[in-house]
């Protein structure tokens, strides 16, 4: 399993009304505004933790951009410690939380974005390898 497939994973059982993307947004559903949108990409992977000239873990890094519905009716702040208290439940560490943004590009209704950035480090036995 890919690192944003977990993530994935984690995000859609959550908040199973939110449409949960990897990698990117399908082009018939990328200007909905009014459902909230997430996107899961890859950031990191990266080896570590070397011992006999060999490396024994895996460093994982995933980026996650919200794009929040027009009529989202909760706390984003909330929310999104609900969120990243989970993603550590599941041995993902929260890096990087950046401030909230307007979408500018659209013209007419901006949606308010969020980027968190989690990362895991695994070792090889836990990731199924075995050689």
């Known amino acids: ?43 990191v992977s990266d080896v570590g933790n070397y011992a006999d000239d060999t490396f024994t873990m895996i460093e994982l890094g995933v980026r996650i951009q919200i794009f929040y519905s027009l009529d989202f009716d909760r706390s984003m702040l909330v ?18 939380s950046q401030p909230h943004y307007l979408d500018l590009s659209q013209t007419d209704e901006q949606q308010t974005i969020k980027n968190i950035e989690v990362n895991k480090t695994t070792t090889l036995m836990e990731i199924g390898y075995d050689g």
């Open 79 to 96: 929310t999104e410690v609900q969120l990243m208290k989970e993603l550590e439940k599941e041995h993902w560490r929260v890096t990087d």
């Open 1 to 43: 399993m890919r690192p944003v497939d977990e993530v994935v994973g984690i995000i859609a059982n959550i908040f199973p009304d939110w449409q949960v993307y990897s990698d990117s947004i399908p082009p018939e559903v990328i200007d909905d505004k009014n459902a909230t949108q997430v996107l899961i990409t890859e950031s």
